[in-house]
């Protein structure tokens, strides 16, 4: 007897486009999914539902949500459904209909728990609420979308801080940080799933619990993190100079399972500049607080991020921050120029600097910064280090990839392992002897396993 095949519409593939605050979203999306009986599919040809999570953070980001889009309609195959979630809707879901009216479904960036809503709505639809940001609580399923040994754990969403080149808290809204006892089920979650490096992130780690009112409660959480006996690391990912205090840095040197990595976002270094981005240090501050990692945590990582062309910027001013890098030089710089955002209160001030201004002053910028890095990078020759080592290098099975602890994934530079006969497994550590660099990377052999005694000296 013939029987007519039924075409079960339940694969979708997942995009996730701008910061790990937003992937993390996207993994609490894949987990609901995932546990209300959908598959997911690693191409997009395949797949019956289509979901994108935006950025809206920087016109660039915008477009490369538009450009993600019309990709995927171009690709997918005739009854997909696109569904887009995420920032670019919570502020422009109007010129997203607009320009792709074919578009199944609209989630705010609030309103991640609304996906299987999304997918089974038989009609198009959005649920674009007031809820800016998300954050997961209770028994929300999430499945990681990151290599095993490493996963992020978001401690709060939203900003208290005014940035004046920034729409940060326009579209997540004010600061809601997670209670220290969420925070915590959450981390034993991660490492009861033989996650071994938890990243911690938020807009600004060292504002959480400062929307109860707490003082030092990073700090505290980290302490109550250290408790738990089990090898791991934990890394911090973006700390405002303010915000690192000497009890902050007490419990980072206290325990080597937190990584000596900070990302300490800075912008600028000129008074008059970091005052007109309404930035809360001073040039002599950020210096001193330089000054006081490297002395109180050897070997420390810092990575930053600076600005060049915010409105008003002049040569001098430029200058000083140039000279500034190779003074006070540091590991790692991402640079941006100014990006004009018309909810931004940089947007209405006077001084624009044009588009070739800023890009010469990103190009000089950058060549002093990879100056700086070349010499610190060597630096790093003879050394031995404790890594992971995260699989093959993607231009050649021949070759290994590892990170020490200063090395953050997706962001900074690896080590290239030029042999690595002796490594067992993936996603484990390892002794490593740094033999030579290649500009961001570094290139070492894996001299064995680590030693037993430095694992539990880690405990």
Same mark, same amino acid.
């Given at each position: 007897m013939f029987k007519r095949k039924i075409d079960f519409q339940n694969k979708f593939h997942f995009t996730s486009l701008g910061c790990a605050r937003n992937l993390v979203d996207s993994e609490v999306m894949i987990g609901i999914l995932l546990k209300n009986g959908y598959e997911a599919s690693s191409t997009v040809e395949d797949a019956d539902y289509l979901v994108v999570n935006t950025c809206g953070f920087l &016109?660039? *980001?915008?477009?490369?949500? %538009? /450009?993600?889009?019309?990709?995927?309609f171009q690709r997918k195959k005739k009854d997909a459904k696109v569904i887009v979630a995420g920032c670019m809707v919570q502020k422009h879901s109007g010129e997203l209909k607009e320009k792709f009216p074919e578009i199944h479904y609209l989630l705010g960036s609030g309103d991640v728990e609304k996906i299987l809503q999304a997918v089974q709505a038989g009609s198009s639809g959005e649920e674009v609420t007031d809820a800016k940001s998300y954050l997961q609580w209770g028994e929300v399923p999430r499945t990681i979308s990151t290599p095993k040994h490493y996963a992020y754990l978001k401690i709060a969403e939203g900003c208290k801080k005014r940035c004046a080149f920034c729409i940060i808290p326009t579209i997540k809204g004010p600061l809601k940080s997670k209670t220290e006892t969420q925070v915590l089920k959450e981390f034993q979650a991660l490492l009861s799933q033989g996650v071994f490096e938890i990243?911690?992130?938020?807009?600004?780690?060292?504002?959480?619990g400062r929307d109860r009112k707490e003082k030092g409660a990073l700090a505290r959480l980290l302490r109550s993190m250290l408790e738990i006996k089990?090898?791991?690391?934990?890394?911090?990912?973006?700390?405002?100079?303010? &915000?690192?205090?000497?009890?902050?840095? *007490?419990?980072?040197?206290s325990d080597s399972r937190i990584c000596p990595y900070l990302d300490m976002p800075l912008q600028h270094v000129n008074n008059e500049m970091l005052k007109a981005m309404h930035r809360t240090t001073s040039k002599e501050e950020i210096v001193q607080i330089i000054q006081k990692l490297r002395e109180e945590i050897p070997g420390i990582v810092i990575r930053t991020s600076l600005m060049v062309g915010f409105p008003g910027e002049t040569e001098e001013q430029f200058q000083e921050m140039l000279k500034f890098v190779k003074e006070h030089p540091l590991d790692n710089v991402g640079i941006f120029q100014f990006s004009l955002e018309k909810e931004a209160y940089a947007a209405r001030l006077e001084n624009q600097i044009s588009e070739e201004v800023k890009k010469d002053r990103f190009e000089r910028l950058a060549k002093a910064q990879l100056k700086v890095l070349r010499k610190?990078?060597?630096?790093?020759?003879?050394?031995?280090?404790?890594?992971i080592v995260e699989g093959f290098h993607p231009e050649s099975n021949l070759l290994l990839r590892a990170r020490h602890q200063g090395q953050?994934?997706?962001?900074?530079?690896?080590?290239?392992?030029?042999?690595?006969?002796? %490594?067992?497994?993936?996603?484990?550590?390892?002794? %490593?002897?740094?033999?030579? %660099? *290649?500009?961001? /990377?570094?290139?070492g052999t894996v001299l064995g396993p680590l030693p037993c005694k430095q694992k539990l000296a880690l405990v």
């Open positions: &016109e660039a *980001s915008r477009q490369e949500g %538009v /450009d993600t889009i019309q990709d995927l990243i911690l992130i938020a807009q600004d780690l060292g504002d959480f089990q090898n791991f690391w934990i890394r911090l990912l973006y700390l405002y100079p303010d &915000e690192i205090d000497d009890e902050l840095i *007490s419990v980072m040197k610190r990078q060597k630096e790093w020759i003879g050394k031995k280090v404790i890594a953050c994934p997706d962001i900074d530079g690896q080590i290239i392992i030029n042999d690595g006969r002796r %490594v067992t497994q993936f996603g484990k550590l390892y002794e %490593v002897e740094i033999t030579d %660099v *290649s500009d961001y /990377d570094l290139i």
